[in-house]
């Protein structure tokens, strides 16, 4: 299960950077109304190499930018979020346990992918189900910035639309992108080596 996990991220991360056809590379490159959108940076500016700004589900490249720029912010807050979560169990557990009923606690269970294979099933399904409520429950607010909630920036609220707030949003799209290749480099080096890449002898 552990090794299934891994490929199946290790294909997700490698098709955002797969070759596509000049064609879709183009029309996806005219949609000039995003060239100035959050998360378009140098040195690579606006970059869809599979088109999908121009052959998305949603009405205009407009649109369909918003959509998968939406996306992206949340995972790169899960990604944030699971990064510091590794690095934290490396040095930290709770105590007390996790499934009085299995006799199992928290520091029973090992850090990384290894603990999907520890964790109960009913652990997994109470996760599965505050994802869901988060899903159904919190919403994106109509008109504003991508991965914007309602809920604040750690009680800050960004609605002055200033160079300020883009600078921030901006550093929070390239921490996540930054998370997303860190977390999915954990995972890699769990598979490969059996621990995590600090544990290896490259860093030892």
Do not use: C
């Not at 504003?144 to 921030?168: C, I, N």
């Amino acid at each position: 299960m552990v090794r299934l996990v891994s490929l199946a991220l290790t294909l997700a991360s490698a098709a955002a950077f797969a070759p596509s056809s000049s064609q879709s590379k183009s029309s996806a490159l005219n949609a000039k109304p995003v060239q100035k959108e959050v998360g378009v940076l140098p040195p690579l500016g606006f970059f869809d190499p599979l088109g999908f700004i121009a052959k998305g589900p949603y009405g205009s490249p407009e649109e369909n930018f918003y959509h998968y720029r939406g996306v992206e912010v949340k995972h790169g807050r899960i990604a944030m979020a699971a990064t510091v979560g590794m690095l934290v169990q490396e040095n930290y557990r709770f105590q007390g346990f996790l499934s009085p009923s299995e006799n199992l606690s928290f520091s029973d269970v090992p850090n990384g992918l290894a603990a999907l294979d520890v964790v109960p099933l009913l652990g997994w399904v109470q996760l599965a189900v505050l994802i869901g409520a988060h899903e159904v429950l919190v919403k994106q607010r109509p008109g504003k910035k991508p991965g914007d909630f309602g809920t604040g920036y750690f009680g800050v609220a960004m609605d002055d639309e200033s160079s300020k707030q883009l600078r921030a949003l901006n550093i929070e799209v390239q921490n996540g992108r930054l998370a997303m290749l860190g977390i999915l480099g954990m995972f890699a080096s769990e598979n490969i080596h059996g621990v995590a890449l600090w544990e290896t002898k490259i860093f030892s």
